[in-house]
C-alpha cells in the first residue's frame, strides 16, 4: 500500500484520537507501560489548533484516510512534537520517519525557529531509541529550559515511572545546510 504525508485538514480533527488510541495498543508489550493502551489521547481542541496553525501533518493511504499523525507547537524558537501516532496496523512502515521529516522540513521554513523537542519514553525502543535513529540527542536536565523541565515533571505526576522519561532535541537545518 501507498502512504503519503500532507497537512491535516479541519474536518480530521475526530479522527486523530482514534488513531492515537490505536497507536497506544503497543505499549500492551511493556507491562510497566500497558496502562497507556487505556489513557487518553490529545484532546481534539489541541489537535485543533495545530491544524489552525499549520502545525499538524497526516500520513494517508491511497484512499487519502489518515492513518498516522504528528501534531505540534511553536514555543518560542522550539517546535515540540506534542503527538506523533500511527495506527497500529499502519506501524513498521517507516510513517513515524516520514512524519517527522516533513516536521523538520516545515520547521526549516518557519522565521526563527531552530530547533525540535519532544518528550518520550528513554528506552521504549519506538520512543528514545527511534527519536535517536531520526538525529534527536538526548537533552540532559542540565540543559533543559524551564518548559521541558516542567513538562518532565507534570508526566510524572501524571503517573509515568519516575525516570523513565526524558526531553529531547533535533537542530532545524535550513535551507542550504545553515
Known amino acids: 500500500m501507498t502512504f503519503s504525508i500532507r497537512p491535516a485538514r479541519p474536518e480530521e480533527t475526530g479522527l486523530l ?4 488510541r490505536s497507536a497506544a495498543k503497543a505499549f500492551l508489550a511493556v507491562p510497566a507501560l500497558a496502562w497507556l493502551a487505556q489513557a487518553d489521547g490529545l484532546p481534539p481542541a489541541v489537535h485543533a489548533g495545530c491544524i489552525a496553525h499549520g502545525l499538524c501533518w497526516v ?10 499523525f504528528l501534531s505540534a507547537r511553536q514555543y518560542g524558537a522550539d517546535l515540540h512534537v506534542l503527538e506523533i501516532s500511527v495506527a497500529h496496523p499502519a506501524q513498521g512502515r517507516g510513517l513515524g520517519r516520514s512524519l517527522l521529516a516533513v516536521a523538520h522540513e516545515g ?10 523537542t519532544l518528550t518520550t519514553f528513554r528506552t521504549v525502543g519506538w520512543n528514545g531509541p527511534f527519536y535517536a ?10 540543559a533543559q529550559d524551564a518548559r521541558l523541565a516542567g513538562l518532565l515533571r507534570e508526566e510524572e505526576a501524571g503517573g509515568f515511572p519516575p525516570g523513565s522519561r526524558c526531553a529531547m532535541v533535533r537542530d532545524v537545518i535550513l535551507a542550504g545546510g545553515t
Do not use: K, N, S
Open 107 to 116: 520547521a526549516a521554513r518557519l522565521p526563527g525557529l531552530t530547533r525540535i
Open 59 to 68: 500520513a494517508v493511504d491511497g484512499r487519502d484516510q489518515p492513518v498516522g
Open 17 to 20: 484520537p482514534a488513531i492515537e
Open 133 to 142: 535513529r531520526a538525529g534527536f540527542r538526548l537533552l540532559p536536565p542540565a
